[in-house]
């Protein structure tokens, strides 16, 4: 009789390390571990780390032979080409066919989709977007990703690379983005480009900040500041919601979500980001959708929801063994 098998290994890839764990059909993570990305700038040596890495953990909780198939989850990926293509904050550059060069190596079923895609798909199977056919998740890091769904359906375009609002030109001849153009929106309104705007508006005031005591600020550091009634950071935050609420509602006027869904580390700043975004938001929608659409802050935990969004990706790739 033949048996199905019942788990599979979702990876999720960002600039700082890469995570990966054993998802049953439950959506229930078996085991997980992870190891710093930069430490293999080398995609060669990268690929036999995770490769091994990935062996290892299945044989520790039940074995290999029970492992279906393995979703992937990176920057600049396409699903279309299994490749990663000039990623702006990856160590490898180029076209990187990391799909063939992992299938190779473990010799069964392999996905690779784009980041922000994959967290869709994660709050599609298992967070806010459950039963919903219209949204947009926002992945809001140290990049600015997204992805939606019409009608049920993920829509990637073309080449895979469908929902690229981080890198549309908010300012002509604006902010340079890593990703080569100036003004995208990624360049005010992600990690960096928060940062950007606390050094620039300490530098056009003599305003009194905590911010200026900082050896090395971040995103997180100024959201504390906005709690403890720093003015100076409060208003980081307010002109970065104006920015980010700009972009959401062109995004927004064009595909017509019921919900829009905001993920990734930038996202926890809550209301000292919600608050501006929402106002800037509605000020700018086609105004037939104003008040219609939903701002919703993901329930799933930020360390589990992209390695299950890598997992959704890997039950939908055809089942495929070189063992069988």
Known sequence: MATIKKRVIGVDISNEKTSYGIVDIRGNIIARNSFPTWDYPD????VQKLTSSLVSLAEANGGYETIRSIGISCPSASQMSGCIEHAANLPWKGVVPLEAMLRDQLGIAVALGNDAHNTALGEKMYGLAHGMKNFIVINLGVGLGSCFFSNGMEHQGAAGYAGEIGHTCLVDHGRPCPCGLQGCLEAYVA???????ARELMDERDTPSLMRDSAELT??????YCEQGDRLAIEVYQRTGYWLGLGLATYASIVNPEAIILTGGISHAGRWLYESTAESFESHIFINMRHKVKFLFSELDDRERDVLGASALAWEVPEYSLFK
């Open 191 to 197: 990690a960096a480009g928060i940062v950007q705007t």
């Open 219 to 224: 995103p997180r550091l100024i959201a504390g």
């Open 43 to 46: 995609i060669n040596a990268f």
